[in-house]
Every structure is written in C-alpha cells, then in structure tokens.
C-alpha cells in the first residue's frame, strides 16, 4: 500500500490523526505566537479532541499539549500522508 | 568585615515548568512582594542565605519568549533586557525547563543566553522524563549550550544545594556558545547601533528589530527618534533577502536549538501519557462538561457550607468583644470608637477571611492540578460569545471571592481589549462581601416565620448570585460591541500535565490572594468604618445642648431602657449620616427605602462591608435582647420584601469598593476606567433595583 502526501489545514485534521506541519499563514501576532512555541515546519501534530460544539480543539505538538480555535488552527497548513 | 553585596537571581521559565515551586523550595516562607526598578508592577522577592552569601531571589511570571505578548510577559523582557534601568540586572538568570519539552522550553534560554548575563539551566521533571524513557545527558547539554546545568526536584528538595553552589559561583562562568545569525542581520544590527548612544549592546539592537512595536524598540527610538525609520527600513531590507520578521526569529533560533540538542535526548517511549487518559474524559463534551458544572457546584458550596459559618462565628465573636470594651472600659467616645469603629472595621475584614481563603484554596488546587486550563478551554466558546475568551474564565471566577486578586490576575491575559473588558466587569461578580446583605435580607424579609414558603429564601439568594454571574458575560459583550470594539481575543492555551497538587504552592496562592485582599482592602474598609462611625456617633449633643450619650446611660441606670433605646434612635438620626440620609432619602424613595436604608447604602460606597454594622447601628432595638434580623422586622416600618429585594439588587450590582477602583486604576494605569466602572454600575444599581422594587411590591405587595 502506497501513502501519498496530501495538504489540509489544522482544522481539517480528524481526531486521532496526525500530520506536520507544513507553514502558518500570516505574519501577525497569532502566526508569531505559534512559531515561537515551536509549530513549524516539520513539527508533529495530532489532534486529541475537540471542546463542546466542536471548538476549541485539543492537540499534541511534539511533547506537549495546546488548545486553539478552530478559526486559528485553520491558519496551519500541514502536510499529511494519506493511503490511496 | 564589609558585608559583600547579595547576588540578586531571576527565576525565568515556561509557563507551568514549576518555577514557582522552586522558588518557594528556595525561600520557604519567606517570601515577600516589592517593587522591583523598571518594572510598574510588585515581583515576588525572597532572600535567601548560602554558605554566608545573601542571595536576593526574585520568581518572574512564566514567558514563552522575549517577544512579550501580555503583562506578565512583559516582565521578564524589561528586567533580562534591563529597560529603564541597566544597573538593574539580576546577577545570574536561573532558567527553569521542563526536561519532558526541552525544545519550546529552550527557546527563552536560547534568548536569553545572548543578554549576556550569566545563565544557570535548572532542569525539571527529570524523573517524569526519565520514566518516559527521554533520557538527558546533562554534559552534552551543558556543552552545546555553554551553561551550567542542574537538574532539580523542588518538592523532594533535590538539587536544591548544588543550584545554589553554581549560583555562588557565577563569576566563573563558562560562556554561552553564541549563534550564528546570517551576515546582512549583523550588518543591520551595526547600522543600527552607530545612531544609538554608545555602550548599547548588541542584543538590544536585535531585540529592538525582532520585536517591531516592543519595549527595546520604544526605548531605543525615545533617545533618537531616527531609530524608528532605520528599523523599518532595516526590516524590509532583511525581507528582501527572505529574512521575513518576526518569524525569521523563531525559525533561526529554533533550527539552532536543534541542532544543538541533537543526541542530548533520547525520544520518549508512545505519544500518550495519563494526562491524555485522563483528558479523553475531562475535556469530553458530555462527560467533561458533567465534571465541570459538578466541580463549579462544589467551589459554590463551599462558600455557603464551610464559609458563611465561619463568618458567623466570628462576626459573633467581634460583637462579643465589641459589646465587653463598651462594659468595661470607661465610657466615652474612645470607648465607643474602639467598639463600635475600630473593633467593627477590623471585624469587619477579618469576617471575609473563611470565605476568601476557602474560595482560593479550592481555585489554586484546581489550577495546580492543570484543571483551570481544561475548564478555560471548556467555557472557550461560550466567553468567545461575549467577545472573551476562556482565559477570561478564571479572574471572573476569582471576583467571586474578591475581586482584587481577581483583576491582578487578569495580568496573563494577552489582548488588551480582552483584559480590560475582563477587569471592567470583574466588580459585578457576586464578591464575598455581598453576602452578609443577601443573608441579612434574605433572614429579615423571606423567613419561613413571615409566612414564605422554606425554599423561598434559597432561592432569593441563588437568584442573587445568578444576577452578577449573568449580567457579568452580558456587560462584556456589550463593552466588546461598542467601546472596546475588536477583533476576537486569540486563544492559544497550553494545557500543562496533571499533577497532584503541592500543598506549599497551594498555601502560598492562598496566602497571596489573602494578604492582597487584607492589605489592599483592608485599610480602606478600616477606614471607611471608623469615618461611618464618626459620622453616626456626631454631632453627640441635642439641641439643648445636652449629651447623647450621657443621657442614655443616665437612663439606662434608671431602668428606663426602653426610653434609652428610643434616644439613641433620635441620636442616630440627628447624626451627620442621618441628616444626609434624609436629606437623600426622596432620591431613594422610588426604590422602597426609608431614610435608614438610604443613609446604610451611601454609608456603603467606599466599602461594602460596613453595610451590616451601619444597618445595626440605625436600627432602633425594641426590646433589648433583639438581634438585627429581629429588629429590621419589627420597627414601626418593617423591612417589607419589596424593599429587601431592591437593597440586595443595589448591592448586587453597585460598585461599592474603593480598593476595587484603585486596583482598576492602577492596573489600567488610568482614572478614566475606575469612574467608567463606578458610574456604569451604579447607573445599572439604580435601574436594577428600581426593577426589582416594581417586581417586588407586584409579587408581595
């Protein structure tokens, strides 16, 4: 079975699933904030779950553990490997 | 001998690494706030004594990075950077990482290693990540960082000593390795410098270039206003050749860090731990929200079980001691002021204590154990509804004690529209000091023996606390909409690993919390009792010139006590406060209260808590062996539920507080937003209660 890249954003994930992270869109004070905690490129993410009505969400960076917004998460771009 | 001169240390660190445990593992309980120079707000202090150095240690709010983003951030960046004041540095920086993310962790050390102050790495939760498998090797660290480095566990008290051995010998320093930044940012850096004023250093400059719009920039730019062009212009030609600020920043510096952490770690054995067990079921949507609202219930009961006896026994007790200085002291208007002054207004304070303490202990076990940022992320969506965000949830939470404590701890809030709107409706939070009113009220007007139903007075008070609770969101939302209009606060919230409560740290959030409150509100409600009292108690004479108080004692030696009481009454009214309470009392009357209520209210406005004492003072006894409730049910105009309910809605929503407002205009650094706050809630005081009147005399007549 062959595992091909593929793109989404953050917000796109599935629980349980993992990806890396590809670039943060933007040059403001949310892209700065999350490049200096570490999401860049070739990080790990997982998603763990999601708050009620679906947001925030909960992720694994690397090591440790963040809560996002939905509407921020989508910022991340990542790049995932997804079977054919 | 001369004494040599203590070696001052900065704690800096992550968030949630356990720096503060380490510095109450340092400094025991002796541990104080003061100011430190260049910086606007009080840092924790300790002083600590080692192999006969005094060493001055100081605990820094956690940061992310040297590129502040909130209040707190701001601190470590003012005294690393040494804004304001060079001489000012700390001697040597301990910088606290986490062993389990020595990555995000590194990148403040990595910053702060090119200040070029000296840098000692205090590792934690190296047994965690020893479990885990992520074994460090300590030397290589050391080496590839050029630093020191210890490993410690704060609550076993391990490392303890050797952090301290390297502390004392920080003039020895290895030095730091430095990094290598591309060619054209040094370029810049030195054009830069030539137009600042001679001596600044390198990673000012730098500073000054990553973070557009921050502290470095600003004072840099205050000694030479061309600064601020050759930064831009600096910016842009860094951009042309894909140096991109400010994330060009974090990419450099973190792809730095890894390559100097290559080989020092080894991975962790899986990805999942038991706080991610443990999160699939507290950050569930069912289940997590059931914990929730069972853990809310519980920090409310609280409060009504364990507290409001407390606060009984020991209003019971100061009346006690009020009631022996007026027996056995001569009589007076000392005596009286020491009774019914001083005695009340200390009383007064200390009453709240149970209730603030409780209240507190149960927010910093919650917090400890990593829970507080589970339930901000749980409650995220429904802030983000009234333009917050979850990390609004917690200072809202702690106005229920106090609201002092809670608007300092507004200072981890990032968005400045955010915080502001946060601290702005803080004071409508049902605070303790509320609560003696309701349970007055509510005993005087909705007991069970005036012919309500049992539940009824459970229900007044819940519905009591509801109306801050609900009103609070409301009145942020509203502020969002129209003065404080925004884009929505960011939330960006690291959820740290549970771990069982340390019972010191617990202590010290709790004792923090109390003092601020005794403190700060303490003097002002002390204050506020002994000008009230002042205010009743003169003027002393009737028209005939003849003494008040000398004439009820003469009665009350006759046995003519019924004559005696109906004296005081007149007293009190004929006051100073009396005459302005009636003078008042047509403002009043649309809102069901007499002039007694009326000059009780008032009495009320620079501290709350002197409502219950004033009201005792007011209100004529019948017969002499009648408590307050009693004697606001049976004066010639008993308290009618009308009139009970608006009192409580006034207190309800009135900004009777000054130690509230000056915290505001002290951490808003502006008097405009105190008389925002005390115009707005008592503008909302007065139609509420006018409401509630209405309300009340359609439901009870």
């Known amino acids: 079975m062959q595992a091909f890249p593929s793109f989404c954003s953050l917000d796109q994930l599935l629980p349980g699933e993992t990806a890396w992270v590809h670039h943060v869109d933007g040059t403001d004070d949310l892209s700065q904030r999350l490049c200096d905690l570490g999401l860049q490129q070739g990080v790990e993410v997982e998603l763990l779950g999601k708050a009620p009505w679906g947001d925030p969400i909960r992720l694994r960076v690397g090591n440790w553990r963040l809560g996002l917004r939905r509407r921020e998460a989508a910022r991340i771009l990542l790049q995932k490997f997804s079977p054919r | ?701």
């Open chain 2, 1 to 701: 001998m001369t004494a040599e001169k203590p070696i001052t240390i900065a704690l800096v660190g992550n968030p949630n690494v356990g720096k503060t445990t380490l510095f109450n593992a340092l400094s025991g309980l002796r541990q104080h706030t003061a100011n430190y120079p260049g910086v606007t707000v009080e840092i924790k202090k300790a002083s600590v004594n080692h192999k006969g150095r005094q060493i001055d240690l100081l605990d820094l709010p956690g940061a992310y990075s040297l590129a502040a983003r909130s209040p707190d951030e701001l601190i470590p960046t003012q005294i690393l950077l040494g804004l304001h004041c060079v001489e000012c540095r700390p001697d040597v920086v301990v910088a606290v990482v986490d062993a389990t993310n020595l990555e995000r962790n590194l990148y403040l050390v990595h910053q702060a290693l090119e200040v070029n102050l000296p840098l000692i790495l205090c590792l934690t939760m190296v047994d965690m990540a020893e479990a885990s498998g992520a074994h460090i090797r300590l030397d290589l660290l050391s080496e590839r960082l050029g630093c020191q480095v210890v490993a410690v566990q704060p609550v076993k008290g391990k490392g303890i000593e050797q952090l301290l051995d390297k502390v004392l010998e920080f003039q020895e320093k290895p030095l730091p390795v430095p990094m290598v930044w591309p060619e054209e940012l040094i370029t810049e850096t030195k054009r830069i410098s030539g137009l600042c004023k001679t001596g600044t250093p390198d990673f000012m400059v730098r500073r000054a270039l990553f973070d557009k719009d921050g502290e470095a920039a600003k004072d840099l730019i205050m000694e030479n206003r061309a600064i601020a062009d050759a930064l831009i212009l600096a910016r842009k030609n860094l951009a042309d050749i894909g140096f991109v600020l400010p994330q060009a920043e974090s990419i450099h510096r973190y792809a730095d860090i890894r390559v100097r952490i290559s080989g020092v770690q080894n991975s962790p054995k899986g990805n999942r731990n038991w706080t991610d067990r443990l999160d699939a079921w507290l950050t569930h949507p069912v289940a997590g929200t059931l914990f929730f609202l069972l853990a809310m219930f519980l920090v409310f009961e609280s409060v009504f079980w364990l507290a409001a006896p407390a606060m009984e026994w020991m209003s019971s007790v100061h009346e006690i001691l009020a009631d022996w200085i007026l027996a056995t002291l001569p009589q007076g208007p000392f005596t009286d002021l020491l009774a019914n002054g001083i005695v009340q207004g200390v009383g007064g304070v200390l009453v709240f204590l149970p209730q603030i303490c409780i209240l507190f202990t149960m927010l910093a076990i919650l917090e400890d154990t990593g829970y507080m940022a589970r339930a901000a992320f749980l409650v995220d969506n429904l802030m983000s509804r009234c333009g917050l965000s979850g990390k609004s949830f917690i200072p809202l939470l702690s106005s229920l004690a106090c609201a002092v404590p809670g608007i300092l701890s507004t200072r981890v809030i990032e968005d400045r529209r955010d915080r502001l709107a946060t601290i702005l409706v803080a004071p409508l939070m049902s605070c303790s000091a509320r609560l003696p009113v309701y349970t007055l009220v509510v005993a005087a007007c909705f007991a069970p023996t005036l012919g309500h139903s049992p539940w009824l007075g459970g229900v007044v008070l819940f519905a009591m606390y509801m109306l801050g609770l609900i009103l609070a969101p409301l009145a942020a939302l509203l502020l969002k909409k129209t003065l404080l209009r925004g884009p929505t606060p960011l939330f960006v919230l690291e959820l740290p690993r549970y771990q069982i409560p340390n019972w010191k740290s617990v202590l010290h959030k709790v004792m923090d919390a109390a003092w601020s409150f005794v403190g700060r509100a303490g003097s002002t409600i002390l204050a506020a009792m002994v000008l009230i009292w002042a205010m009743l108690y003169f003027p002393s004479t009737d028209e005939n010139g003849k003494s008040y108080p000398k004439e009820i004692r003469e009665l009350r030696e006759a046995e003519k006590g019924e004559e005696a009481l109906v004296l005081q009454a007149k007293w009190r009214e004929n006051s100073f406060l009396g005459t302005t309470g009636k003078a008042m009392e047509p403002i009043f009357r649309p809102l069901g209260w007499d002039w007694r209520l009326s000059v009780a209210a008032i009495a009320s406005f620079p501290a709350r808590e002197v409502v219950v004492g004033t009201l005792a003072q007011l209100y004529a006894q019948e017969k002499e062996e009648e408590n307050l409730v009693q004697a606001l049910q049976g004066t010639d105009s008993p308290l009618t539920p009308a009139s009970g309910l608006s009192l409580m809605v006034f207190f309800a929503l009135c900004c009777q507080c000054v130690s509230t407002l000056v915290v505001i205009g002290r951490e808003t650094k502006s008097w405009l937003w105190p008389l925002f706050t005390f115009t707005y809630m008592t503008t909302l005081a007065y139609a509420g209660a006018w409401i509630a009147f209405q309300l009340g005399t359609w439901i009870w007549g």
